[in-house]
């Protein structure tokens, strides 16, 4: 589909595109692309990506706009099944195209992470109206990008449940809605209505059903309304526009100083859906971007697991989509913020900075340092020890990695450790180690079941 775009630029203000360089700040130009159809847009600073958006005719970058992000069960987006959205608000409705059944969340998140920084620069978004929407597999998306940013407000899921991943680690933003539309036929969701509602209200989000005839279809228009009217309705105000105004003209000033760093963290944390909480994350995404000079920033140590979740997404899904710049500052981060080593996320970084996209030969010393060495960390889990030894062996020390995986247990609790354990077993009697890193790389799988983090 030919990309087509007005020429009328982003306002460049609060809310505008800002570039970090040299710690200065200058503007880059988005474009806002043709309103009223359907149209295809090319990440700007990650061109490799494409998305498909409709920006409704009465959209003005001087005024913030809802969004709504889709995805379905074959891929390519559901634009046309959700824009009954823009006859309750005006809705910019996107279509994210990789996901889909039986697709490995590591082909897709790093599309996901691509699109939401493009639209994130390229529009004015209200902070209070950003969804995710999608039916059945696509539903399940929805709520996975609905977890893992702090951006996303609600969710409408059409024939949707959360794939029975009620484990601690599946935490959801306190907050949070989800529209829920189901068939009265539609056996598989409705099997699982209530255990997703128990497991959505412990952490303090908030649900509503509408039932349509019918069993595992799309909602029907109406309910798409519904659904919609409800997410508008339930938005908490926003105190917050005077002192993001006023805290942005600080942060843009002093972007790398350590009393702006520590306000933006507070504000990830304790603001989230505001203007002060978004133009934090924002301002985070346009500093990381120059890791040599966010790597030399004194980040304060504030262990806690919503700012370790927050710089531990960033750094996998950047690490996903490319984006290495900001992988090494949002791992930096996290290592300041969260020093304890038996922390997962360091496990999970430290996997891709050996094998994933961003990987270089030369990372395998600096995991050693990151995830630290297991005898001088009592109780460091299995996952953390396995990574340790893969990184030894990448260094060539294999009589230090032997020691390590000889004390492995003889059967691990889950297939996902006890795959990357046989690597191991495998590779370290090798003369020349070729770790798998297809294995390695499964391991971080989240649309299954995370890796044990015993």
């Not at 498909?52 to 891929?75: Q, R």
């Not at 608000?89 to 992470?113: A, F, H, L, R």
């Amino acid at each position: 589909m030919k990309q087509l775009v007005d020429r009328s630029v982003v306002r460049l203000c609060l809310l505008s595109v800002v570039l970090v360089m040299g710690g200065s700040v200058c503007a880059e130009e988005y474009t806002v692309p043709q309103k009223g159809k359907v149209v295809s847009v090319t990440c700007q600073e990650l061109p490799n990506y494409k998305y498909d958006v409709f920006v409704p005719e009465s959209y003005d970058p001087a005024k913030p706009c809802a969004i709504l992000y889709t995805f379905s069960p074959g891929g390519g987006g559901m634009i046309k099944q959700h824009q009954p959205a823009n006859e309750v608000t005006p809705t910019i409705v996107v279509g994210i195209k990789s996901p889909k059944n039986d697709s490995s969340e590591q082909k897709y998140m790093g599309e996901i992470y691509a699109v939401l920084l493009d639209t994130h620069e390229r529009f004015n978004l209200d902070p209070g109206a950003q969804f995710c929407g999608g039916l059945s597999g696509g539903s399940v998306v929805a709520y996975s990008v609905a977890r893992r940013s702090k951006y996303i407000c609600g969710v409408i899921a059409s024939g949707g449940w959360l794939c029975r991943l009620y484990d601690p680690w599946y935490v959801y933003t306190h907050g949070l809605l989800a529209a829920r539309i189901v068939g009265v036929d539609d056996k598989n969701a409705l099997a699982w209505a209530k255990q997703d509602g128990d497991h959505l209200s412990k952490a303090g989000c908030k649900y509503k059903d509408w039932s349509q005839p019918g069993g595992h279809l799309m909602g029907t228009p109406e309910n798409v309304k519904n659904a919609m009217k409800w997410l508008i309705a339930g938005k908490v105000p926003d105190k917050t526009e005077a002192l993001a105004m006023e805290k942005s003209k600080k942060w843009e000033a002093a972007p790398y100083a350590p009393a702006t760093l520590k306000e933006m963290l507070e504000a990830v944390k304790s603001a989230p859906r505001s203007q002060l909480g978004n133009f934090a994350i924002r301002q985070f995404m346009r500093i990381m971007k120059d890791d040599a000079q966010f790597c030399k920033t004194i980040i304060p140590a504030l262990t806690t697991g919503e700012l370790n979740t927050f710089f531990g997404y960033i750094a996998y899904e950047a690490a996903l989509a490319g984006d290495k710049p900001r992988f090494i500052s949002a791992a930096y981060a996290l290592d300041k913020i969260c020093p304890d080593k038996k922390n997962l996320w360091r496990a999970r970084i430290a996997t891709l900075m050996l094998f994933g996209a961003v990987s270089d030969d030369k990372n395998a010393p600096f995991v050693l340092k990151f995830i630290g060495n297991p005898s001088a960390t009592p109780g460091l889990p299995v996952f953390h020890r396995a990574v340790y030894a893969a990184a030894l062996l990448k260094s060539g020390k294999k009589m230090d990695a032997t020691s390590i995986i000889s004390k492995f247990p003889t059967k691990a609790e889950d297939a996902k450790l006890a795959a990357i354990i046989a690597d191991l077993k495998k590779n370290v009697s090798e003369k020349e180690p070729a770790l798998d890193v297809e294995r390695w790389l499964g391991a971080l799988q989240e649309d299954d079941q995370p890796i044990s983090k015993k």
